[in-house]
């Protein structure tokens, strides 16, 4: 029987192809003249004698040739040729690996055929949401930032009540309620639309109201009383405010525009000589076209602002962009960081200016504020929801009453024009009834 020492000594010796030596039992090393050493085991089957290899040195160590060959011996014994049996092994070792991969394959094919959350979103807000005024822009942000996130890459089939309603208490935990239920009610109507399409078979938030997620929202009421007016009055020049920002204020008083609305005013859209400002659909809430008879209140605002803007089409230019006007936060996200109680890196340090005595305000409040003022001096409210651009809830009045208030509404903002200057300057003036002056 060979030994280690025998087998890492042994050499090509002889003129043939190779030199052999015998463990005995038909096991054999062959060292060939280019100096590789071989397994093979001789032995005799049914009269036909085989000598076939079984593995290199020393990959295939001594005792590994041992145990290897006593394993043929073993099927020599039960009369099974191990040559053929290692082709019928290869042969089932192949058929199982092709087995393997197809199925494989077919995983694949499932895993980029199925259909993600992510993947069902993206589809709901290409077809959907990009019908919205924005384009979905925002809820499609606080989807992705708050849902997607954590469960963007699950197949849609296995989304569960329990997984929405677990990324949702994420958002109400860091304080953020209103968002929360808005992020859900955008989340509902999308698996209304996927069970539309069939991609699922049962709407997971079926039933569920926002009062269980971020609770209920009562409407806003928050409006300045006369008082805070003249407050707001006083506090502006502190406030460390941007001149634009201050007329902005005093046109959303008293026109009762919304914020955006103002931001993405053109002077192609304003007449200050006839005092009208047309608000084109594109950027009004509704996408209904809106003029706004400006009093003279407002067109002194839009005088300050035209010097402000130079040569630019905006009404509020960006101080970036030639060609664009501020961003639609901005002038919020002044207001707001001036009514904190500690201010944020980089940001504005006149913290608490502009709070109020009857507390934080924000810029939408000022629209509530100017429709306020026009009821207390007795204007219809059918008129002050025209100078809102309110759309008329009842169907039959929007089809049929097309009057549409004009010289109501140039009234109705030309007495609160008055007023308001009444109110910050302290003089009261002679209120002229346009009607009686038409007449």
Not at 101 to 125: G, V
Request: charged share 30%; with cysteine; hydrophobic share 35%.
């Amino acid at each position: 029987m060979l030994n280690v020492k025998q087998i890492e000594n042994a050499k090509h010796t002889c003129k043939g192809a190779f030199t052999t030596l015998s463990d005995g039992k038909g096991l054999e090393l062959r060292v060939k003249a280019n100096g590789n050493k071989v397994w093979y085991l001789r032995y005799q089957l049914n009269g036909k004698r085989r000598v076939p290899s079984i593995g290199d040195y020393p990959a295939l160590s001594l005792k590994d040739a041992r145990e290897k060959a006593e394993d043929m011996r073993r099927l020599l014994r039960s009369g099974i040729d191990p040559v053929e049996q290692a082709k019928v092994d290869a042969e089932s070792r192949q058929k199982e690996e092709e087995k393997r991969q197809a199925q494989d394959l077919t995983q694949q094919r499932e895993m980029d055929n199925r259909r993600t959350l992510s993947s069902a979103i993206n589809r709901w807000a290409e077809l959907e949401l990009s019908k919205r005024k924005d384009k979905g822009a925002e809820p499609m942000r606080a989807i992705r930032k708050d849902i997607l996130t954590t469960l963007g890459n699950r197949d849609l089939l296995t989304i569960t009540r329990g997984d929405i309603l677990d990324a949702l208490d994420t958002v109400i935990n860091r304080g953020a309620r209103r968002m929360a239920n808005r992020t859900f009610s955008d989340m509902k109507q999308f698996f209304r639309w996927a069970v539309e399409r069939e991609w699922i078979a049962v709407n997971p938030l079926h039933g569920i109201s926002k009062d269980r997620v971020g609770g209920s929202e009562s409407d806003r009421d928050r409006y300045l009383t006369n008082a805070e007016i003249i407050e707001l009055r006083d506090k502006l020049p502190s406030a460390n405010l941007e001149p634009q920002v201050e007329a902005i204020i005093w046109i959303m008083l008293s026109t009762m525009c919304r914020v955006g609305e103002v931001i993405q005013a053109r002077w192609a859209h304003i007449d200050l000589q006839s005092g009208e400002w047309i608000i084109p659909a594109s950027s009004a809430k509704n996408n209904q076209a809106h003029l706004v008879y400006l009093s003279d209140f407002a067109r002194q605002q839009f005088m300050i602002l035209r010097e402000l803007s130079g040569w630019s089409g905006w009404v509020m230019p960006s101080p970036k962009f030639a060609d664009k006007h501020v961003c639609l936060k901005s002038i919020t996200r002044q207001v707001r960081d001036r009514q904190r109680d500690t201010p944020l890196s980089h940001r504005s340090k006149a913290t608490g200016t502009l709070v109020l005595s009857g507390g934080t305000w924000r810029p939408h409040d000022l629209r509530r504020t100017g429709a306020t003022i026009m009821a207390e001096l007795g204007i219809l409210s059918e008129i002050i929801e025209r100078c809102l651009n309110h759309e008329e809830p009842n169907r039959m009045k929007r089809v049929y009453q097309r009057h549409e208030y004009r010289t109501e509404r140039r009234e109705a903002w030309h007495r609160l024009g008055e007023r308001l200057e009444e109110i910050i300057t302290g003089k009261a003036r002679k209120i002229i009834n346009i009607l009686e002056a038409v007449r």
